[in-house]
């Protein structure tokens, strides 16, 4: 089943310090490209949640959000109480001896240094689990996606394909009359000629020959049917196969402008103008396609 590389997923982490939403957005892109936003917090563990991405995906341009929120135990201040203790008792026994006053106002006790201790705002180890496994889901959920917009991807590169076939085997149904065209008008252009002047009859037939034989369309036919072939069996692999695609629809525009030059009738330059639109619609589509 192919996959889109359009996508997206989200997910919720709650430990006793955090609470973190994480969300992944994905677009096309040559490459796997991947931006983290998550303020520095994370910095030393990208590589974890990057190796995470690289079992799922291979291309694509991803962005990960995550928004991180810290609980009132998380980033509140506490008393070192023992030290509070050693520093009244001290207080109380230099106040009778000196004329010092012993209360201590909240701003006293906060030029003490180490006696307000306050927590970092900081993603700590012990919430670093929870966090993948939730990164984990919002992946999981965006590649659902991917798949499911792959399907309907597969659905119209198919109906595509049959039209680029049935224009094919139009033209090709074309050709005998064209042969016959071809060669009446050359030999009436060629007894025009010849009035007056000495001719080799065999001479003439070559050249109707050698004339009709360049302007044969047979091989690129063939060779359009067959990369359809190809694009049928690409749409059933499992994986990347966007490049692939890509490739092979360079090579079916190649053999029908090849065509288009060969050929000069209206009724075959319907169906050509109709396969290059049809060729440009999947390239358009091929483009999503991981």
């Known amino acids: 089943m192919i996959s889109s590389m359009t996508g997206y997923g989200d997910s919720t982490v709650s430990t006793s310090r955090i609470t973190a ?11 796997l490209d991947v931006r983290f936003n998550h303020g520095h917090m994370l910095a030393a563990w990208e590589n974890d949640f990057l190796s995470i991405l690289q079992k799922h995906l291979r ?31 001290e207080t109380t026994r230099l106040s009778k001896k000196y004329p010092v006053k012993k209360e201590l106002s909240l701003t006293d006790m906060m030029t003490v240094r180490g006696l307000c201790i306050f927590n970092d705002r900081a993603v700590e ?62 030999m009436e252009r060629a007894a025009e000629l010849k009035e007056g002047l000495r001719f080799d009859e065999n001479r003439l037939h070559l050249e109707v020959a050698s004339l009709l034989n360049r302007s044969d369309i047979t091989e690129e036919l063939q060779r359009i049917d067959s990369h359809l072939e190809q694009l049928a069996g690409f749409l059933k692999e499992e994986g990347g196969v966007g490049k692939k695609l890509d490739f092979l629809v360079q090579e079916l525009l190649r053999e029908t402008n090849t065509v288009a030059s060969k050929v000069q009738d209206e009724k075959v330059s319907r169906s050509v103008i109709r396969i290059k639109d049809c060729l440009e619609k999947i390239r358009e589509q091929v483009q999503n396609i991981e």
């Open 21 to 31: 939403v994480i969300q992944i957005n994905s677009v096309n892109n040559r490459f």
């Open 59 to 89: 291309r694509g341009k991803v962005e990960v959000f995550f928004n991180i929120t810290f609980s009132a135990e998380a980033s509140q201040f506490k008393i070192d109480e023992p030290l509070l203790a050693s520093i009244t008792e």
């Open 125 to 186: 180890k012990t919430d670093l689990e929870q966090l993948k496994k939730g990164f984990e889901s919002a992946v999981e959920k965006m590649v659902l996606m991917r798949r499911a917009e792959g399907k309907n991807l597969q659905s119209a590169l198919r109906d595509l394909a049959a039209e680029i076939r049935k224009e094919n085997a139009t033209i090709r149904k074309e050709t005998d009359r064209l042969e016959a065209v071809y060669k009446k008008r050359l």
